[in-house]
């Protein structure tokens, strides 16, 4: 008669000298858990798409971000100095590019047919951004000032084109006394006539208006062309300047530029 005796190596401790797994080829196989090697092996593919799409991501942000901040914009800047007053032409405008800032207000390059034959509002320099603010369709009168108009022959007027906001010193010659002088601005140039003459409404300070009507009225009277200087000192020979209201700044649409005092401005 003989006795099975179980197999040591089945859910027994081994013994002394047994190899580690000895006889377990014929039990039944346990399960086997994967290492931690392998299971970090595994998710690498998602971590390297996950970092991919961020770099792609932090790359188009950046893009965009530069787009906004570096774009160029077509503004038009000044190809030559304007003195106040004066009619600006296609040829005194050039189109620059700029990159693009909210705290800058030019006007843009397709604004360039409605700023030609606008007026300075102010002295304009080379080089410099045009804005609504430097342009003006009309010159107004301060208060303080009157418009008169001055009739003169073509003798009595300088050979250079008079135009509106140009300092003139309106020089009164009388045949028995001392002649005497009168600042003005021009604010308006009229037509030649038929016989040469030409009539000019200019602003002077409300009590010369009188005066300088008299003058014009005699006939006495030669028109100069003056510069700052000229015109500041015209105030000092007999005629008072206009009152020196404070300019108010030109806006858009239809702005009006300040005619400065008579004897302290001009081109």
Avoid: C, F
């Avoid at 971590?47 to 971000?65: E, F, K, N």
């Avoid at 002088?181 to 002077?204: E, L, N, W, Y």
Wanted: no cysteine; aromatic share 2%.
């Amino acid at each position: 008669m003989s006795v099975a005796v179980p197999d040591q190596g089945q859910g027994q401790g081994q013994g002394p000298g047994e190899a580690p797994g000895r006889g377990e080829g014929k039990g039944r196989a346990t399960p086997h858990a994967p290492g931690r090697t392998l299971r970090a092996r595994r998710r690498r593919p998602a971590v390297l798409a996950m970092a991919v799409a961020l770099i792609a991501a932090g790359g188009l942000g950046g893009a965009v971000l530069y787009n906004s901040t570096g774009q160029r914009v077509a503004v038009l800047a000044l190809a030559r100095d304007i003195p106040w007053g004066q009619v600006i032409t296609d040829d005194d405008l050039v189109v620059a590019r700029i990159a693009g800032d909210p705290a800058l207000r030019p006007l843009a390059a397709t604004e360039r047919d409605k700023a030609v034959g606008m007026r300075a509002a102010t002295d304009l320099k080379r080089g410099a951004m045009l804005t609504r603010g430097d342009v003006a369709q009309t010159l107004a009168v301060q208060p303080g000032q009157i418009v008169v108009g001055v009739s003169a022959k073509r003798s009595q007027l300088p050979a250079s084109r008079l135009q509106p906001g140009l300092q003139i010193v309106v020089v009164y010659t009388p045949d028995n006394s001392k002649a005497d002088s009168m600042p003005a601005t021009v604010i308006t140039v009229g037509r030649v006539d038929t016989d040469g003459s030409q009539v000019i409404d200019v602003a002077v300070g409300a009590a010369d208006g009188p005066r300088l009507a008299q003058w014009v009225a005699g006939g006495r009277i030669q028109v100069l062309l003056a510069g700052r200087a000229a015109a500041a000192g015209g105030a000092g020979t007999g005629g008072s300047a206009a009152p020196t209201a404070p300019p108010t700044g030109a806006a858009s649409g239809t702005a009006t530029a300040p005619v400065p005092p008579a004897g302290a401005g001009g081109a």
